[in-house]
């Protein structure tokens, strides 16, 4: 669980007081904060179509409308000295549950897949 709030004095026992403004869970706040998944592939194919149908991106409504809860994908490659990045688009958005992190872990070069929070 992520909890976000602001601390402040607490003038009645001395102490300070937390005060709770939003609360996620692991996935939700890799939502909120991350920017995409990073997948390195180098010959190999990620399982995209099945982790879109198993773990699809979520809506939901809030005081500003309706987000959609998920991360987009980019794809890696290295060859030699040269490197590329290939970004599926926002049609391509996934929810990063820890089930669907090990999916798309298990189709990567090497395991290596991370979440850019830049």
């Known amino acids: 669980m992520i909890v976000q709030g602001r ?4 003038r009645f026992t001395g102490g ?8 996620w869970d692991l996935a939700a706040a890799r939502c909120r904060f991350g920017k995409y998944l990073r997948v390195e592939i180098n010959g190999s194919v990620p399982p995209v179509a099945e982790v879109l149908r198993d773990f699809p991106s979520r809506r939901s409504q809030t005081e500003h409308g309706e987000i959609q809860e998920g991360l987009r994908v980019r794809l890696q490659l ?3 000295a040269a490197t590329g990045e290939l970004d ?9 549950s820890e089930s669907a992190l090990e999916r798309w872990q298990t189709g990567a070069a090497h395991g290596r897949i991370a979440i850019v929070y830049e």
């Not at 601390?7 to 607490?10: F, K």
């Not at 599926?88 to 990063?96: I, K, N, S």
């Open 78 to 80: 290295h060859r030699g």
């Open 7 to 10: 601390v402040q004095p607490d």
């Open 16 to 23: 300070v007081r937390f005060n709770v403004q939003s609360v």
């Open 88 to 96: 599926l688009g926002d049609a391509v958005r996934f929810y990063p």
